[in-house]
């Protein structure tokens, strides 16, 4: 009798460890894949981030427009601006703050800097 159940035992142990190793390699690959979504997520949001400061920079040193800025940034990060899901009317509603995050009105046109009014360390005009 206890052979018998030994033998039924051999003979489903090698589909139990099978079925242990699926579930064991299951669960790390979810774990992997949220974890790697998550850094995915966090580098996109960086780019976009560090896009919408630049468009925002660039604005207000050129002589540029909110569709320039907008430009700027739906060429610079496109698989973020996919990912996320904004449109260009988001994409101006994130730059509001960086525009005013560098010390204007982000409703009024930019000024751009004049060349005569760029000073080097010594206070000479440049």
């Not at 242990?20 to 992997?32: D, K, N, P, Q, R």
């Not at 899901?85 to 982000?106: C, F, N």
């Amino acid at each position: 009798m206890k052979e018998l159940v030994l033998a039924q035992i051999m003979q489903v142990l090698p589909d139990l460890i099978d079925l242990l190793i699926s579930v064991i390699l299951g669960v790390a690959l979810l774990y992997w894949r949220r974890w790697t979504g998550i850094e995915i997520e966090a580098k996109r949001r960086e780019a976009l981030q560090s896009a919408l400061s630049n468009a925002a920079k660039l604005l207000l040193l050129d002589d540029g427009d909110m569709d320039d800025a907008v430009f700027y940034v739906r060429r610079s990060v496109p698989d973020a601006l996919a990912y996320f899901g904004l449109d260009d009317e988001d994409i101006e509603t994130y730059l509001a703050p960086k525009i005013a995050a560098q010390g204007r009105d982000p409703m009024l046109a930019p000024e751009p800097v004049r060349a005569e009014a760029v000073t080097g360390l010594t206070g000479e005009p440049v």
